[in-house]
């Protein structure tokens, strides 16, 4: 089967007054139908452009976008205001009218698309109820929370019955517990429309809560891809590394000594690991950091450990510590 | 000086400054309301950036705009001939204060559009919107608000203008004033035309900025 969207070589560069800017270099990937996927990257890191180039709101300077099988570049003016009809998009900033009711909001793409204002009104009335806010239909986007302004914006890309959802930093103006919500209404469209999801974020627990499938980009280059269980067991490039590691910096402070990334699922989760290896090896080792999140629904643990300063102990250590089909990777101590 | 010719003339005066003003205003937004859609939507950061129709339409602007009024009323006589038929009276002013009028209209037209937010009109082209939709549903239905406190502001000016149109006979308040006040020393009169032009500002005023505020739905 054709994947949904199929992005190959794709260049974005802007000109500027401090010379040309490459936001997006050869950038190639592909997303199957139903998938949630996750681009991550730093600030700067040309995530809005590349997903600006999924519908278009930015023409590639070279490459091609296909979605839903039709090579957007190539489309009229006219064919891709339809197409992109078919993709729908939320944005960090919700990008509601301000002078429409949450209902006249969600009537808004049932007019470009033609449909009789009677029959626009009672739809957007069932998506603003898919969404859990039917109470507030006739209130006006001032009157609403952050996390109630993006349930309006979700309902009304749900009006355009589109096949794919894009997220540029939804949740990123959102406290943690609405991004919480906001992240669940996400899954549940994925799971009862079918909608293939495109989320692009700077945070690696938005990708860990509802992505099956992730790229990292950086300076416009994508350099690592893969599941998100690959990504945060065994990050292969420093840019992943960051992403991954980012919000312990205490860590970068200890220096000198070995560190040790260690991950684990939910079965080795029972066997006393780290015990056993202090007990096997009559050396201590010190834990700097242990905790478990939960990755495309199964838990994941993770936990740093400082070896002892002798080299013998420590790489026998690591070695048990692979033995026992755990993830292991060794850290360098600038990382943070 | 309050016998019936004076009251009559008067309120003739009221009637012609509010047929002056109002015309114009109308016609100044229809030539001044697309020439501000064209100067937002052509510009750098607009939907359809086009640098010459933008530059072209910009120096237009800004050439007319500097004209002084007075100076206009003058340069702009042989069109309001050949419009209007001749040059003096109320209906032969309406000309040069639309001349004038537009350009001020589309700048102010231009400078409300650009308040809306950039990701409003982002997010109607990502639903796949028109530019007709765009301009219409989202750029105008957006900046109402800043639209109506726009034409508050154009209607005391163009009421300004006219009046000083009456300086070549304009008719009207102005008219009245410069004729009664000015040339025959009848102070009270000219005293009498300025209260009724300051009422005329301020209902005029009070009635844009009551519109604005009920349309107004940005604030909870």
Known sequence: MEPMIQVENLCKSFSTKNGTVEAARNISFSIEKGEIFGIIGLSGAGKSTLVRCLNLLERPTSGTVRVNGKNLTELSEKELRKERQNIGMIFQHFNLLMQRTALDNVCFPMEIAGISKKEARKKALEYLKVVGLEEKALSYPSQLSGGQKQRVAIARVLASDPKILLCDEATSALDPQTTKAILELIKEINRDYGITVVVITHEMSVVQEICNRVAVLESGTLVESGTVEELFRSPKTEAARRLVFSGRTQIQKMEGKRLVRVTFQDKSSFEPVIANLVLTYRTPVNILYADTKNIGGAAEGEMILQLPEIEEIADKMIQYLKDTNMGVEELKSDVG | ?220
């Open chain 2, 1 to 220: 000086m309050w016998d019936n010719a004076t009251i009559t003339m008067l309120l003739e005066g009221t009637r012609d400054t509010l047929y002056m003003t109002l015309v114009s205003t109308f016609f100044g937004y229809v030539l001044g309301l697309p020439l501000g859609i064209l100067l937002t939507i052509t510009d750098k950061e607009g939907i359809h950036p086009n640098a010459v129709v933008y530059k072209v339409l910009d120096v237009i602007v800004n050439i007319l705009r500097s004209i002084p009024f007075l100076i206009l009323l003058i340069l702009v006589i042989p069109l309001t001939r050949l419009l209007v038929g001749k040059t003096y009276g109320s209906t032969a002013t309406i000309v040069p204060l639309v001349v004038a009028a537009a350009p001020f209209v589309a700048r102010m037209v231009e400078s409300s559009l650009k308040e809306v937010d950039p990701g409003v009109i982002e997010a109607a082209v990502s639903m796949g919107a028109g530019t007709p939709t765009i301009i219409w549903k989202v750029l105008l239905a957006e900046s109402r608000t800043s639209l109506l406190v726009g034409v508050t502001i154009a209607v005391g000016t163009i009421l300004g203008y006219s009046a000083m149109a009456g300086t070549v006979g304009g008719g009207g308040l102005g008219d009245i004033a410069i004729r009664y006040g000015y040339y025959r020393y009848q102070t009270d009169i000219m005293l009498v035309t300025i209260v009724i032009l300051v009422v005329l500002v301020q209902i005029l005023q009070g009635i844009g900025m009551m519109l604005s505020r009920k349309l107004d739905k940005r604030k909870a």
